[in-house]
């Protein structure tokens, strides 16, 4: 069956723009998460959803991170006036409930020039 | 304060020799355990978790972990290595008082030499 997908796969961005970044989940998966990850290091937690409802968005660095799951579903993570220090791998992951074992998607790489 | 730690930065092993990739946490109360694998350009897979049960759990790709209360380890096995299980591995722990995060190693870099 299908796995996570996420697209772009590469999205270079100039510093102050807007870039949205999408997650499909696994057809079923309740949960979903957005993890951002710096190159060698393991995944730092974002936000999390259950269906619809961000039920923790605690780690979202700053205002200018937002995300959003309106049906359920797909999420998406925009991030507003894109800074230097937003580069990253933003990994998007899903699971059949939250205590069940999390399965990711391949990534998007955001380079901020 | 609840942590996961992997000691090695990177492993090094022989192909066919016996592989193991340390990991140790800290959480109060019953851990739940996970290891991920990651090769280059790609999401992370999940390759085994313990919750409860059997202290050595089996996985993908032929690898197994074991779990150790006393020494509040839950290390990465495999018999024999493959070249193709040269990759980045995270150990993962559900913390305590909370039912979805995971605390996350640093990684592992695992090279296997043919």
């Known amino acids: 069956g299908a796995g996570v997908s996420q697209s772009p796969r590469y999205k270079v961005a100039k510093r102050g723009q807007d870039v949205a970044l999408r997650c499909d989940p696994i057809?079923?998966?309740?949960?979903l998460f957005w993890y951002q990850q710096a190159l060698g290091q393991g995944p730092e937690f974002l936000t999390y959803?259950?269906?619809?409802?961000?039920?923790?968005k605690s780690g979202l660095p700053s205002d200018r991170f937002f995300a959003e799951r309106p049906e359920g579903s797909v999420s998406t993570l925009k991030i507003q006036r894109t800074q230097q220090e937003d580069s990253a791998v933003y990994l998007c992951?899903?699971?059949?409930?939250?205590?069940?074992?999390?399965?990711f998607g391949p990534g998007t790489r955001l380079t901020v020039t | 304060a609840q942590s996961v730690a992997q000691p090695e930065d990177q492993v090094n092993v022989a192909e066919g020799n016996p592989l193991t990739v340390k990991c140790t946490y800290s959480?109060?109360?019953?851990?739940?355990l996970f290891w991920y694998v990651q090769y280059p350009n790609r999401g992370l897979q999940f390759l085994l978790k313990?919750?409860?049960?059997d202290n050595l759990v089996k996985g993908s790709y032929g690898f197994e972990a074991e779990f150790n209360k006393s020494q509040t380890s839950f290390h990465l096995k495999k018999p024999s290595a493959l070249v193709s299980d040269s990759a980045l591995y995270f150990c993962?722990?559900?913390?305590?008082?909370?039912?979805?995060?995971?605390?996350w190693g640093a990684g592992t870099k695992l090279i296997i030499k043919p």
């Open positions: 993962a722990v559900r913390g305590v008082g909370s039912n979805y995060q995971l605390i």
């Open positions: 959480v109060s109360g019953n851990p739940y």
């Open positions: 313990y919750i409860t049960g």
């Open positions: 057809s079923g998966h309740v949960s």
């Open positions: 959803f259950q269906n619809e409802a961000q039920l923790d």
């Open positions: 992951a899903s699971s059949l409930s939250r205590s069940y074992e999390q399965y």
